[in-house]
């Protein structure tokens, strides 16, 4: 009887801590999905707020370069606010850690980064890209091997047309 529990307890003791980790990893993996997630749909509503912002006749302070490439329109007080507003919505729909949140808003349809040549008229394409970084949790006990170990990069990139 008494090896039995002995040999019960030691059972435990070597199937625990795989468990453990496995549990955890079930939540690492659905925490970077739900922030992948996340990612996407920041980019989509940013890329949203600078196609229904930008290029209108109606719209007194567009996002974006305007069809002469300034960003300051004479109509807006202050200047217009180029790409920041967008960003802004991005960053405020991105439900990660607005430490490493990387937002990028690029007018035309050979956008790379910020720097584009293309303008905010209508039935231009607008393209938002965010990316960010994650870190698992079980992360921190391997990093001693490998400092970039469990360190997972999210992209996510939309692209849509700015409205007539």
Same mark, same amino acid.
């Given at each position: =009887?008494?090896?039995?529990?002995?040999?019960?307890?030691?059972?435990?003791?070597?199937?625990? *801590? =795989? @468990?453990?980790?496995?549990?955890?990893?079930? @939540?690492?993996?659905?925490?970077?999905?739900?922030?992948?997630?996340?990612?996407?749909?920041? %980019?989509?509503?940013?890329?949203?707020?600078?196609?229904?912002?930008? !290029?209108?006749?109606?719209? &007194?302070? *567009?996002?974006? $370069?305007? %069809?002469? !490439?300034?960003?300051?329109? &004479?109509?807006?007080?202050? !200047?217009?606010?180029?790409?920041?507003?967008?960003?802004?919505?991005?960053?405020?729909?991105?439900?990660? $850690?607005?430490?490493?949140?990387?937002?990028?808003?690029?007018?035309?349809?050979?956008?790379?980064?910020?720097?584009?040549?293309?303008?905010?008229? *209508? !039935?231009? *394409?607008?393209?938002?890209?965010?990316?960010?970084? +994650?870190?698992?949790?079980? %992360?921190?006990?391997?990093?001693?091997?490998?400092?970039?170990?469990?360190? +997972?990069?999210?992209?996510?990139?939309?692209? =849509?047309?700015?409205?007539?």
């Amino acid at each position: =009887m008494r090896g039995a529990r002995g040999q019960a307890l030691v059972e435990f003791a070597l199937v625990a *801590p =795989m @468990f453990l980790v496995l549990l955890v990893a079930i @939540f690492d993996f659905g925490r970077v999905v739900w922030s992948r997630n996340a990612l996407e749909n920041a %980019a989509r509503e940013g890329a949203r707020y600078a196609i229904v912002h930008g !290029g209108s006749r109606t719209t &007194a302070c *567009p996002v974006g $370069p305007d %069809a002469l !490439g300034r960003s300051d329109v &004479a109509e807006c007080v202050g !200047g217009s606010p180029a790409t920041t507003s967008a960003k802004q919505v991005a960053r405020d729909w991105a439900f990660v $850690p607005s430490d490493n949140l990387t937002v990028t808003i690029c007018y035309g349809a050979d956008c790379i980064d910020d720097t584009s040549t293309d303008t905010n008229r *209508p !039935g231009n *394409p607008v393209t938002v890209r965010t990316s960010t970084t +994650i870190g698992l949790s079980v %992360a921190p006990l391997f990093r001693l091997f490998d400092a970039d170990f469990g360190i +997972i990069r999210l992209d996510a990139a939309i692209t =849509m047309l700015v409205n007539t």
